[in-house]
T-cell receptor, first 117, second 114 residues
Framework: GAVVSQHPSRVICKSGTSVKIECRSL??????MFWYRQFPKQSLMLMAT?????????EQGVEKDKFLINHASLTLSTLTVTSAHPEDSSFYIC?????????????FGNGTRLTVT | GDSVTQMEGPVTLSEEAFLTINCTYT??????LFWYVQYPGEGLQLLLK?????DKGSNKGFEATYRKETTSFHLEKGSVQVSDSAVYFC?????????????FGAGTRLFVKA
């Protein structure tokens, strides 16, 4: 089956620093990837849609200057949390569709747990 | 906008009990519906899906039927096992401004006791 790899799985950083999270589709090309944020005991909140070769589309309320998304190739999207603060501590999950059909499911990375001290 | 509402957990059952996790949705048009499962320490993975009204998705003994008249997609399993302990997410995928997006319910945590 389709595999999405996300790295790192855990990261601890100091307040004010930036953290980059990578998401790779290993056996398919993904023109679109999605970044979600999962709060403890809560659902996944869609942060942005990452589009290969163009700007990401951010959901309402998500700061695009804080959460920088780059989708430089058909198999790699990166999320950079800039000037991280403790309130950015969360579980970040990337996902991708194997094809562009409306009924195709998402394939998920295993997530990155970010802790900002 | 589109939304998904599923029953709050946690749900605690004994092994071999019957499971129902309710899920209802609000959407324009005709979305596809999904159940995803997140086992402890792992990412989400697709459990089953249905793409049109009256479709039944099934996998690993779990079933859910796309009911357009009641806008529901309840998850059921006749006999749960300890290994089914996980968080279950109901989701819909519909066409929104900017393309297809997947919207998730809040998740329901299931504990199965031996």
């Amino acid at each position: 089956g389709a595999v999405v790899s996300q790295h790192p799985s855990r990261v601890i950083c100091k307040s004010g620093t930036s953290v980059k999270i990578e998401c790779r589709s290993l056996d398919f090309q993904a023109t679109t990837m999605f970044w979600y944020r999962q709060f403890p005991k809560q659902s996944l909140m869609l942060m942005a849609t990452s589009n290969e070769g163009s700007k990401a589309t951010y959901e309402q309320g998500v700061e695009k200057d804080k959460f920088l998304i780059n989708h430089a190739s058909l198999t790699l999207s990166t999320l950079t949390v800039t000037s991280a603060h403790p309130e950015d501590s969360s579980f970040y999950i990337c996902s991708a569709n194997r094809d562009t059909q409306g009924n195709s499911p998402l394939h998920f990375g295993n997530g990155t747990r970010l802790t900002v001290t | 906008g589109d939304s998904v509402t599923q029953m709050e957990g946690p749900v605690t059952l004994s092994e071999e009990a019957f499971l129902t996790i309710n899920c209802t949705y609000t959407a324009t048009g005709y979305p596809s519906l999904f159940w995803y499962v997140q086992y402890p320490g792992e990412g989400l993975q697709l459990l089953l899906k249905a793409t049109k009204a009256d479709d039944k998705g099934s996998n690993k003994g779990f079933e859910a039927t796309y009911r357009k008249e009641t806008t529901s997609f309840h998850l059921e399993k006749g006999s749960v096992q300890v290994s089914d302990s996980a968080v279950y997410f109901c989701a819909l995928k519909g066409l929104n401004t900017g393309g297809f997006k997947t919207i998730f319910g809040a998740g329901t945590r299931l504990f199965v006791k031996a």
